[in-house]
């Protein structure tokens, strides 16, 4: 008998676990250029990093460890979580341009199904518009980028002006949401951060946390002849510019190294805000009794390069770039402290909260649900290799029009417009991306080549935006 009761134990844990509805409700909370590793609890995060309430959602609940963006930029990438398409199907396909007439995003649809449903935060889908969207019953938001203190904030229609630090003023505004909405049916949350985009700007009460800290600067970042053998021109070239590590923002971050540093310090630290919002929502759904009921999705909208390659920023198809972080919360459901291994891109999200939900949509969907992966499943077992696509920008030239295929093992890149390289790497044994494969490899280059094209073709993406564009006396970037 005593060798059998751990096994009873198990099978009655089992069987509970079993009997567990899976949560109604779907919070999302999203930030904004935060980097995959840049968690407490992640090996590769920099020692001295303080993430608690990340760091909470991973022991209570999932972390998946391999979650990827189709194109590594703000508005496109939020209209593709927004969507489940890839950016060449719902049209946003830059920072600037309007969405298209007729988009439909997937909370009408949860709307419509009789959720309720508010959006709290960044949308920047649309410059200079912060109107209420369809399909959200509550809206707080702010036209483009924003501001880090003191935001002007439409509030479903009106505007108003606001003290104190967004961040924290966004986290209130969910918050109340959550604890004042009509208890009678199921919600939809999300929280769009516009933290800890650049350029940074710390919480007061964070600022000159870590000061006195050593950076670990990454081992790709310094200009010598073995970080740039087989990288494209265009790498190296940007060095010296807005997005190089030897000139970040042209230089108003400060000269060399001490301009580096300051920057890296002011990310780490505006970081730390944003964690304390995670962990006010978890709160606040305990508080309420939801946390059972709920599944909390904590994601990036893109990557961050923070030196590698000599570059800052994101846009390109290196893995800082468009490797996000992404957790998963929901006590009784999600296996606490569990990490799913398989490939999950932003262009899931929409399918596996519909899926979670049992809504049903007429959005074309480019992604698939992994609602499986939260719940021990393994997703498949095929190799998931998906695009990527980033078209080049008139305000930000530095950076081509790149494609790209990830897969589990090999990144093919391809450069269009510009006479450079191509890229091959093994991202199993060369997870830097140090060593250039194509000229190596020729004929995994050309498969993966053709199977690109073919796949560009197939979806008829093979049409690459281009946008007229001129900077006014303000410098602000206007488009004809």
Same mark, same amino acid.
């Given at each position: 008998?005593? *060798?059998?009761?751990?096994?009873? &134990? &198990?099978?009655?844990?089992?069987?509970?676990?079993?009997?567990?509805?899976?949560?109604?409700?779907?919070?999302?909370? %999203?930030?904004?250029?935060?980097?995959?590793?840049?968690?407490?609890?992640?090996?590769?995060?920099?020692?001295?990093?303080?993430?608690?309430?990340?760091?909470?959602?991973?022991?209570?609940?999932? !972390?998946?460890? #391999?979650?990827?963006?189709?194109?590594?930029?703000?508005?496109?990438?939020?209209?593709?979580? %927004?969507?489940?398409?890839?950016?060449?199907?719902?049209?946003?396909?830059?920072?600037?341009?309007?969405?298209?007439?007729?988009?439909?995003?997937?909370?009408?649809?949860?709307?419509?199904?009789?959720?309720?449903?508010?959006?709290?935060?960044?949308?920047?889908?649309?410059?200079?518009?912060?109107?209420? *969207?369809?399909?959200?019953?509550?809206? $707080?938001?702010?036209?483009?980028?924003?501001?880090?203190?003191?935001?002007? &904030?439409?509030?479903?229609?009106?505007?108003?002006?606001?003290?104190?630090?967004?961040?924290?003023?966004? /986290?209130?505004?969910?918050?109340?949401?959550?604890?004042?909405?009509?208890?009678?049916?199921?919600?939809?949350?999300?929280?769009? !951060?516009?933290?800890?985009?650049?350029?940074?700007?710390?919480?007061?009460?964070?600022?000159?946390?870590?000061?006195?800290?050593?950076?670990?600067?990454?081992?790709?970042?310094?200009?010598?002849?073995?970080?740039?053998?087989?990288?494209?021109?265009?790498?190296?070239?940007?060095?010296?510019?807005? !997005?190089?590590?030897?000139?970040?923002?042209?230089?108003?971050?400060?000269?060399?190294?001490?301009?580096? #540093?300051?920057?890296?310090?002011?990310?780490?630290?505006?970081?730390?805000?944003?964690?304390?919002?995670?962990?006010?929502?978890?709160?606040?759904?305990?508080?309420?009794?939801?946390?059972?009921?709920?599944?909390?999705?904590?994601?990036?909208?893109?990557?961050?390069?923070?030196?590698?390659?000599?570059?800052?920023?994101?846009?390109?198809?290196?893995?800082?770039?468009? *490797?996000?972080?992404? %957790?998963?919360?929901?006590?009784?459901?999600?296996?606490?402290?569990?990490?799913?291994?398989?490939? $999950?891109?932003?262009?899931?999200?929409?399918? /596996?909260?519909?899926?979670?939900?049992? /809504?049903?949509?007429?959005?074309?969907?480019?992604?698939?649900?992994?609602?499986?992966?939260?719940?021990?499943?393994?997703?498949?077992?095929?190799?998931?290799?998906?695009?990527?696509?980033?078209?080049?920008?008139?305000?930000?030239?530095?950076?081509?029009?790149?494609?790209? %295929?990830?897969?589990?093992?090999?990144?093919?890149?391809?450069?269009?417009?510009?006479?450079? &390289?191509?890229?091959?790497?093994?991202?199993?044994?060369?997870?830097?991306?140090?060593?250039?494969?194509?000229?190596?490899?020729?004929?995994?280059?050309?498969?993966?080549?053709?199977?690109?094209?073919?796949?560009?073709?197939?979806?008829?993406?093979? *049409? $690459?935006?281009?946008?007229?564009?001129?900077?006014?006396?303000?410098?602000?970037?206007?488009?004809?």
């Amino acid at each position: 008998m005593t *060798r059998l009761f751990p096994i009873l &134990l &198990l099978l009655v844990a089992l069987a509970s676990r079993s009997g567990l509805a899976q949560p109604q409700n779907v919070v999302v909370i %999203l930030s904004d250029d935060h980097r995959y590793d840049f968690m407490g609890f992640h090996p590769d995060a920099p020692a001295f990093l303080q993430t608690p309430n990340m760091d909470r959602m991973a022991a209570q609940g999932a !972390h998946l460890e #391999n979650a990827f963006v189709t194109t590594s930029l703000c508005s496109p990438s939020r209209g593709s979580i %927004l969507t489940g398409q890839y950016a060449h199907n719902h049209g946003v396909v830059d920072n600037t341009s309007p969405i298209p007439e007729g988009t439909r995003f997937f909370p009408q649809d949860l709307q419509a199904a009789g959720y309720q449903t508010a959006y709290v935060g960044k949308w920047h889908m649309g410059e200079e518009d912060d109107a209420p *969207r369809p399909g959200f019953d509550r809206w $707080v938001s702010f036209r483009g980028q924003g501001a880090y203190t003191n935001p002007l &904030l439409n509030i479903d229609g009106t505007q108003i002006q606001h003290d104190g630090y967004t961040t924290d003023i966004l /986290t209130d505004y969910a918050v109340e949401w959550l604890q004042e909405r009509d208890g009678s049916e199921p919600f939809f949350l999300e929280l769009s !951060h516009k933290a800890v985009h650049a350029e940074f700007s710390p919480a007061p009460r964070h600022a000159g946390t870590y000061r006195d800290v050593t950076i670990p600067y990454p081992s790709s970042m310094w200009l010598t002849e073995r970080n740039y053998a087989g990288k494209p021109h265009w790498v190296r070239a940007q060095r010296g510019s807005w !997005h190089g590590a030897d000139f970040m923002f042209h230089g108003d971050l400060g000269p060399g190294m001490d301009g580096f #540093n300051n920057f890296y310090r002011r990310y780490t630290e505006t970081l730390l805000a944003l964690d304390e919002s995670v962990g006010r929502v978890l709160d606040a759904l305990e508080a309420q009794g939801l946390a059972e009921n709920t599944l909390v999705l904590y994601l990036g909208d893109n990557g961050f390069l923070l030196g590698e390659h000599g570059l800052i920023d994101k846009r390109n198809a290196y893995e800082e770039s468009i *490797r996000i972080p992404m %957790l998963a919360w929901s006590p009784g459901w999600i296996e606490p402290g569990s990490t799913v291994p398989g490939l $999950v891109r932003n262009i899931d999200l929409a399918p /596996t909260i519909l899926d979670l939900t049992d /809504t049903d949509s007429p959005i074309d969907m480019d992604g698939a649900s992994f609602l499986d992966l939260l719940t021990g499943g393994d997703g498949g077992t095929q190799d998931r290799e998906f695009l990527y696509e980033y078209y080049w920008e008139y305000a930000f030239p530095h950076t081509p029009t790149t494609f790209a %295929l990830r897969g589990d093992q090999y990144k093919f890149i391809y450069y269009h417009g510009v006479w450079d &390289l191509e890229e091959l790497y093994d991202i199993q044994a060369d997870p830097e991306e140090r060593t250039n494969l194509a000229e190596a490899r020729p004929q995994l280059a050309a498969e993966m080549r053709a199977r690109l094209f073919d796949r560009l073709a197939e979806d008829d993406a093979m *049409r $690459v935006p281009m946008r007229r564009g001129s900077w006014n006396a303000d410098e602000r970037l206007v488009y004809d």
